[in-house]
């Protein structure tokens, strides 16, 4: 999967990505809103097909995915990762930032 691959997706097969990698993840729609930076009711609304992303959030949105992705190829993040509403909720989010933001640094750069 590339950023190009991923922006020219439809609006639905893009929907079908969210949705399958929030479900492999473990993520929620909250986390996944974090990593793009927009809130959880704009991933909601991306996922109920209602909008879609502007063409500047795409591109973190598309760099979200790929990153998620390659952390569950490489099952970087935990099966054990405490439920998002636990009292860890901090030590999950720190999870995920410190895969995420080590993944980000390994990919290629994109031109």
Do not use: F
């Amino acid at each position: 999967m590339t950023s190009t691959s991923v922006m020219t997706m439809t609006d639905r097969q893009l929907a079908k990505l969210i949705s399958d990698t929030l479900n492999q993840s473990g993520l929620t729609q909250r986390e996944l809103a974090k990593l793009v930076g927009v809130s959880r009711v704009t991933v909601n609304r991306w996922l109920a097909l209602e909008c879609q992303p502007s063409p500047a959030i795409h591109r973190y949105l598309s760099k979200a995915l790929i990153v998620l992705n390659v952390a569950l190829e490489e099952e970087a993040l935990p099966a054990n990762m405490p439920a998002p509403h636990s009292k860890t909720v901090d030590d999950r989010w720190a999870t995920i930032s410190s895969v995420y933001k080590r993944i980000e640094a390994e990919l290629p750069a994109e031109g």
